[in-house]
RNA sequence: CGGGGCGUGGCGCAGCCUGGUAGCGCACCUGCUUUGGGAGCAGGGUGUCGGAGGUUCAAAUCCUCUCGCCCCGACCA
């Protein structure tokens, strides 16, 4: 590649609607350009990255026994309706309608249609177990796209889905798919965790999400220092020390005037948070529904008092899970008024009536404890959990923290932040039973495929590529996903004899299967040089004059900046070794 | 969806409060000089001031509507 004939428009200046590094390197850089909210076309440089992401992604589906295939980026409702996903997917599922007005909507994912396929082709457990995937543009249209191509509404993705006779089966395939996804972030040198995940929208039993480690990830990691426990903080749970126990006297009503909070109430009783019982009251009305007599239908038990110690938080995904429910929010003052028959800062289990009671494990094992009264200014003390108020419902609702207890051994969890570039399922038979894929068995019975399914965020991976690999001169690729290998710099076009030089070493460079973005462009040095640290190519091979007369050729790596000097002759030989060597350690 | 902010040459921004001939830096074009870390001098303006209405002698500026973009968002029991 000549960079004078290549389309890379760098900036100097950080673009001012981006909000992260990697945005700003990918525009800067010449990646990216927005045409919309969470919308972008790849220039030349950001498509070769992508290109080389889909590689390594397809070489190592390849080997964990999958097949390339490609869906349409357009589905017809029918099949959503069949799925029974039509209704619930909600705003963020792209609907349109054709000429003849009938809905289509625009991808966000392919269970529906790869199923469809699948009972439509497959009979025999014979043909099983099957593995198929794509990469293919997903339209989500989220909420808040943000962070460039982190969150996008329009993304490249890869999807698979695996079709298996029988839950071995499926749990085989799930692990080769988990080996396979290792195998991917490793190649392309990041640093990430395959964490148990709660398993969302898309349902199942069994999740990993693959985890890039960065600062400005969206995800909390929770992991063990001392074992190999790591899970989203949606799903993480933790070994909580229980205060001391202690025999509970009668229950009683104390005054408590003006104090509302945890820290308050516990300061004013001498006591500790950890010895109080937080009540939060949720509403648990689906934001979205559209169905008005299923609304009404929980308007019934739609408020839920959740219990938890004082000193720690409610997971919400965890409750949300639980609950059955699509969503999960705190009720607002007068209808918490209204519910408890006290106002905010004073709610209790104690003589709580009409309101479903759900507690986390934390508030079973307290004794000799603190709640409030459901009362203006008042509180109970020595409240007895099972004693003073059934506590029928007990569940982890707990979100994990720093310093916590390891769930699986003595260790201490540690909580960083994450970027998710792939989540692994298993389906179970979820949409086999809801659109009726099935095959015939040895014994010639109908039985639905166990599923499962697989997803890396393409473009998401370049950009956490980014978050995890850059400095304050630009991006630092790793070897594998780089746009080119290696950068060859002129430093004076009007040097004839460092021209051909450079014009040499460049074809030599080409002629080893190295690929190497010549920069010939007739700018100064400096130009050139910032640029090269921009764009974040692994090697800079930097050609000057004074290195000519001397028969040398700089080699300049990106991340660590050491220059090496080597003979022009044999340049082109060593470089390309270096190149294998970078490519092949990751492996 | 709610709250906040921003739309002015390619990019980054000033001007708006207090209406009066659209400006700065970079980029870009021409010439000369320079040439190992974003050059200097001289010349050049490449603009529906997001859009539509309105007020006014006069609107980038004031008013209304609208479109787009960015940020934040129940943390409280």
Known sequence: MRYSETFIPTLRDDPADAEVVSHKLMTRAGMIRKVAAGIYTYLPLGWRVIGKVEQIVREEMTRGGAQELRMPAVQPAELWRESGRWGVYGKELLRVNDRHDRQFCIGPTHEEVITDLVRGEVRSYKQLPLNLYQMQTKFRDEIRPRFGLMRGREFIMKDGYSFDADEPGAEATYRRMEEAYRRIFSRMGLDFRAVEADSGQIGGSFSHEFMVLADTGEDDVVSCTACSYAANSEKATSRVAAPESRPTPPLESVETPAVHSVEEVAVFLKTSPDRLIKTLIFDTADPEADDPAAARKQEADRFVAVLIRGDRE????????????????????????????????????????????????SVKAL???VSGANHQDRHHVHVQPGRDFPLADTVDLDTARAGDGCPRCDGTLTVQRGIEVGHIFKLGTKYSQAMNATFLDPEGKKKPFVMGCYGIGVGRTAAAAIEQNHDARGIIWPMAIAPAQVLLLCMNMKSTPLVEAAEKLYTELEAQGIEVLYDNRPERAGVKLTDAELLGIPLLLVMGDRGLERGVVEVKERRSGDVTETPLADTAARVAARVREALTSRA
């Open 314 to 361: 409610v997971n919400e995904v965890k409750l949300v899970n639980h609950l059955k429910v699509t969503a999960a929010r705190l009720a607002t003052d007068g209808e918490i008024a209204r519910l408890t028959g006290g106002p905010v800062g004073f709610s209790g289990p104690v003589g709580l009536k009409g309101v479903r009671i759900v507690a986390d494990h």
């Open 367 to 369: 004794t000799d404890a």
